[in-house]
């Protein structure tokens, strides 16, 4: 790599371009530009060799330059670089040929590196493009010559009657030269199927994405182009620090499910602590292995092993014993396979991304689901109540949350209303959520205690959880709505105080005790407090993901800017309330990620 390559750096933020541009201009010539329309029209001026850019930029994106690029020069090797890493965006640069993601920050030596892979791939297709003119031009030549010993021996034929003495000497010649030519025909003959492996391994890798079917199918062109008799591909396990055989040739189920040695172990241990490749044309006499021992079923004559490399670190290994034509393996075995690990270990890191991304897919899918489930956990339609307005959401931080409200038909007249707000956010969350939701309509028909109701749930809640791992609980506020005379009895779970808004005096005051949390003690007993609602007086019910919720700056909304929101608003329906309180904390977090579920819950006597 020299000043000679030329790396374009497109991104609209002027620190990264100096940023990348002081990493880079050592060693490559650089050239900058702030927009993709500004780093295509210099494309179209200047030869480019190697380009970065950011994905998120203002009218041309990282993705429209990318196709523009490739449109220029589909030799020019483009880097995507983002702060925002998505699996889409990912997915769709290496589909328009993207020849590597990083994500902001990446270090200096990660960027260099990078570049100075990205410019050795590209110089290396470029010498194979020599490299098969070079052959085609000594095919021609070759004819030529073989065109010539046509003529020659025509010329022998015509003058064989007048030179019978120069008869032996003229068919030693022929047959030097003959010899010559085979010799320099095998030759090419061997470098064309190197070049055909190398053919067949790159449509392999660009091809397929199942890991499984691309180690058996890179084992199998190895195997049959070194002619070994045995071949694995080995990747590390890393949370043992073992190789495990992933594809093999020649060798038993056994071997291959019960060979697992460690880094640093053995020839293939060697090869993956070292990072440097083995070729051994006699195991026995090599004084690094003296006195190894292996099964008399697989004895090894020669070796050759090579490590996997991706991201500058040991992925796996390959291993081939013992040529079919019980010579040692050569030094352009040692080059063909280094060349094909090389393309390998790149293959195999898009394989995984692949699965993991299909994985993450599936996951993602299944979460859908789950979320419409407990959606319809959930109200459909807030009830009418007599003399009252009452308005409800509950907004998950994730697929699926842990936050839970409901309303219950006690008997004529009453009405339970409920919020809960499960430990943990997702999946695991969700589930106990859906039980307490279950738990607690069984046992709140007919039933005007709160305080009963919620000691009767944290029974079942605790003898049906117990020694869950890890451990959970549910915190809760319970009321209970005499609707006819504006009586609430209320019981406390561990839960963020109420708000109670009265319009006579024109203030908001949190009320109801907190008690313990549901789900840990068996046999705690509830109690309930008793008030009584005026006209135009409003109760918020709320989970911490609305007093927690944070913006850029990492400060909370606070129990404080809800009283005084409720009190802004107090004059508005129960709906209206609602939706203004969850606007106010929307513009307060200015787009921060919610972390945790949010529910609101409005009661209002009209």
């Known amino acids: 790599m020299s000043k000679q390559d030329r790396v374009l750096i497109v991104d609209d933020e002027e620190g990264i371009r100096n940023f990348l541009r002081d990493a880079l201009e050592p060693e490559y010539t650089v050239l900058v530009s702030e927009d993709g329309e500004g780093a295509l029209e210099r494309a179209h001026r200047q030869r480019v060799d190697v380009a970065i850019s950011d ?33 889409d965006s990912a997915i769709e640069a290496l589909r328009l040929g993207a020849y590597d993601y990083i994500t902001k920050p990446s270090p200096v030596e990660n960027i260099r590196r990078v570049v100075r892979n990205a410019l050795g791939k590209q110089k290396l297709l470029m010498e194979n493009r020599e490299l098969v003119k070079s052959l085609q031009a000594f095919s021609r030549e070759l004819m030529d010559k073989n065109n010539l010993l046509s003529s020659l021996s025509s010329e022998l034929e ?146 050759l092993c090579v490590p996997l490399m991706a991201k500058g670190e040991v992925i796996g290994v390959i291993n081939i014993n013992n040529k079919l034509s019980g010579q040692g393996f050569t030094r352009e075995d040692l080059d063909l396979v280094t060349t094909l690990a090389a393309g390998a270990s790149l293959s195999i890191e ?70 809960g707000d499960v430990s943990g956010k997702g999946v695991p969350a969700a589930i106990y959520m859906a039980m307490a939701r279950s738990v607690l309509r069984a046992q709140a028909v007919g039933v005007l205690s709160a305080g009963d109701v919620l000691s009767n749930v944290n029974r079942t809640l605790s003898q049906d959880m117990s020694g869950t791992t890890p451990a959970m609980f549910l915190t809760a506020f319970y009321i209970i709505l005499d609707a006819s005379h504006g009586k609430v009895a209320y019981t406390n779970a561990g839960h963020g105080p109420p708000i109670l808004y009265r319009r006579r005096e024109g203030k908001s005051v949190k009320f109801g005790d907190s008690g313990m949390v549901m789900g840990v003690m068996e046999n705690f007993r509830y109690h309930e407090g008793e008030l009584t609602l005026e006209e135009g007086d409003v109760i918020l019910l709320y989970t911490d993901g609305s007093t927690e919720a944070r913006n850029r700056k990492g400060e909370m909304f606070g129990f404080n800017r809800l009283c005084c929101l409720l009190e802004e608003y107090s004059s508005c329906s129960a709906q209206e309330i609602k939706n203004n309180i969850h606007r106010s904390i929307t513009d307060f977090t200015e787009g921060s990620p919610q972390h945790d579920d949010l529910t609101l819950v409005v009661v209002k006597m009209r």
């Open 55 to 87: 994905i998120k930029m203002p009218e041309t994106d990282g993705l429209q330059v990318l196709k523009g690029l490739k449109g220029i020069n589909p030799d020019i090797e483009v880097i995507m670089l983002t702060a925002y890493a998505s699996v």
């Open 350 to 419: 898009n394989a995984r991304l692949y699965q993991e991304l299909t994985q993450r897919e599936r996951v993602k899918r299944e979460l859908e689901i789950a979320r419409r489930i407990q959606e319809s956990f959930l109200p459909r339609k807030m009830p009418h109540i007599e003399g009252f307005e009452v308005s409800a959401m509950s907004v998950p931080a994730e697929e699926v949350g842990g936050d839970y409200y409901d309303f219950v038909p006690v008997n004529e007249g009453h009405w339970g209303i409920a919020i």
């Open 158 to 303: 015509v003058a064989n009657a007048h030179l019978r003495e120069a008869k032996e000497s003229l068919q030693l010649r022929v047959l030097e030269r003959t010899a010559q030519l085979e010799e320099e025909r095998g030759k090419l003959q061997k470098r064309v199927r190197e070049l055909s492996a190398l053919n067949q391994a790159s449509r392999a890798m660009s091809a397929v994405f199942d890991l499984d079917e691309l180690l058996d199918l890179m084992i199998d062109l190895i195997a049959r182009e070194t002619e070994a008799q045995r071949g694995s591909i080995m990747l590390i396990d890393p949370p043992t620090n073992e190789l495990v055989i992933k594809a093999a040739r020649g060798l038993s189920a056994e071997v291959v499910l019960s060979a697992r040695p460690k880094v640093g172990e053995g020839f293939a241990g060697w090869v993956a602590e070292e990072g440097e490749p083995l070729l051994i044309d006699d195991v026995e006499e090599d004084p690094r292995f003296k006195g190894r021992t292996s099964d008399p079923q697989y004895s090894t004559k020669s070796l």
